[in-house]
């Protein structure tokens, strides 16, 4: 927070780069929308996680905070499910916030090992099992959820 100087780069196809915010205290994991006109962002050390609406024209507007989060570090690394919820990991907590369009947590996933979730990325056949990295042991976690994860590129089955 003394410094929230973070940016948000992105690269176009084009080999464009564009600066999206400079910012963010923290910045760290991304998930897009399943529409591709918003990109939530983890910002660790705010503890939140800010909504970053893309325009047409591949400015961004309104940025806002979608999610805060407690506890002695913030939200790392998200996905998301088909359905457009949000998925994301705290370390400090070992949870995993499963969060509506609204930002309500419709689902806390705790952990039953280790302490410290990190990264998220769904896999499996139908993509509903959903792998998280622990960084204090250094294992990989899954669950099962309700919902399939959007694929990882545009392409995927």
């Known amino acids: 927070m003394h410094d929230p100087a973070g940016r948000l780069y992105r ?47 591949g400015s961004v507007a309104k940025v806002g905070q979608f999610f ?5 570090s913030g939200p790392d690394g998200m996905a998301v499910d088909q359905q457009g919820r949000v998925i994301v990991a705290n370390p400090s907590l070992g949870y995993l916030w499963v ?10 996933v705790r952990r039953t090992g280790g302490i410290s979730l990190t990264n998220v990325a769904f896999g499996g056949a139908d993509r509903r099992t959903l792998y998280c990295t622990e960084s204090v ?20 089955p």
């Open 99 to 108: 969060l509506n369009h609204r930002a309500e947590p419709v689902q806390v």
């Open 11 to 57: 690269l176009r196809p084009s080999g464009q780069l564009d600066l999206l915010l400079s910012n963010a205290p923290s910045p760290n994991g991304l998930a897009l929308a399943p529409d591709e006109k918003v990109l939530y962002l983890a910002v660790t050390r705010g503890n939140a996680v800010w909504r970053i609406p893309l325009l047409d024209d």
């Open 137 to 156: 042991s250094g294992c990989i976690l899954r669950t099962e959820l309700d919902v399939p994860g959007l694929p990882i590129h545009r392409g995927q």
């Open 68 to 72: 805060t989060s407690y506890g002695p």
